[in-house]
């Protein structure tokens, strides 16, 4: 295409746009006339291929602040008549700019140099999703519907990877825009929010979870189970004189790693301390309180406290 042959093009008649359009407008006007031109989707064959890279081109130069600036300046000086009776080159082009500084091959290179280019890679292309808790420990495939400016809406199966985090941005090799004249697509990059658990946490590999215990389970020792994420339980056996926050590990039952290895379950103690009593609870406490009452539970912390 010769350079007369840019400047001559109406690139706001061809899309259907005012000159005082607004960029998002031109966005929306463009997807339009995309969708009904695109030749994977059209039913015109040939015209509707050469309209829809004419489209394309409008798009590209009117949707970019710098390149709609060039466009319209060299516009304007056609328009006037400043090209129509010449003979025109790259030299007297430049004189017909030298009032503006600059030099026409310059202009030409940096406005239209993509037209000379071979293919180009597509877009990367960002979204969101939000997925469980226990999807985010395990992995799922789910549909994921984007939209892209040159196809309209697509949707794609995204492989989300077991163990991925709250706030992890993952990126999926070639399921972004499409390449244009056969170059390879660009990546999609997925931004994942993951819901909290009622239950469980995670520390890293490792999953959290606070279990409650009786203060005679505690006092005396006992084995009692403990919820697994998978929906099945471990038998966990606490030593007699556990203490309330005491943190137990169970090997392997935490995040899986990318290896075939997985975290562990840190199981954190809590002992409950009865609200109400019958009777017969209280007068065993009664009980126990006088069994126990030589003992003093804060000696050691006074006497910590009375330290330097």
Not at 99 to 120: A, V
Not at 224 to 235: K, N, Y
């Amino acid at each position: 295409m010769s350079a007369r042959d840019m400047y001559e093009k109406d690139y706001y008649a061809i899309l259907g746009v005012p000159k005082n359009v607004d960029g998002p407008m031109i966005k929306k006007v463009y997807r339009k006339l995309a969708r009904e031109f695109h030749p994977d989707t059209s039913k015109g064959g040939k015209t509707d291929e050469a309209r829809f890279k004419e489209i394309s081109e409008a798009y590209e130069i009117l949707s970019d602040p710098k390149s709609r600036a060039e466009y319209d300046e060299a516009r304007s000086v056609y328009s006037r008549g400043g090209f129509r009776n010449q003979n025109v080159s790259a030299g007297n082009f430049n004189d017909i700019f030298a009032g503006s500084g600059g030099d026409i091959n310059d202009m030409l290179s940096g406005l239209f140099g993509q037209r000379t280019r071979g293919p180009r890679r597509g877009a990367d292309v960002e979204t969101e999703t939000t997925i469980s808790f226990r999807d985010s420990v395990n992995g799922l495939t789910l549909p994921l519907r984007l939209s892209l400016d040159s196809e309209g809406t697509r949707t794609i199966n995204a492989r989300i990877p077991a163990g991925v985090e709250d706030g992890s941005r993952i990126r999926l090799k070639g399921k972004g825009g499409p390449g244009e004249r056969g170059a390879t697509p660009g990546d999609l990059f997925v931004h994942i929010r993951v819901t909290p658990h009622p239950v469980f946490s995670r520390k890293g590999d490792n999953l959290t979870v606070t279990v409650p215990v009786t203060f005679a389970e505690a006092a005396l020792g006992a084995d009692i189970e403990v919820p697994i994420l998978d929906g099945g339980s471990v038998r966990v056996r606490l030593a007699p004189g556990t203490s309330s926050g005491r943190t137990l590990r169970v090997k392997g039952k935490g995040i899986p790693k990318t290896h075939g290895t997985a975290g562990d379950l840190l199981v954190t103690i809590e002992v409950l301390v009865p609200q109400r009593l019958d009777p017969k609870e209280r007068e065993a406490l009664e009980h126990f309180a006088e069994a126990t009452s030589h003992h003093d539970a804060r000696e050691e912390f006074q006497r910590k406290a009375r330290q330097q």
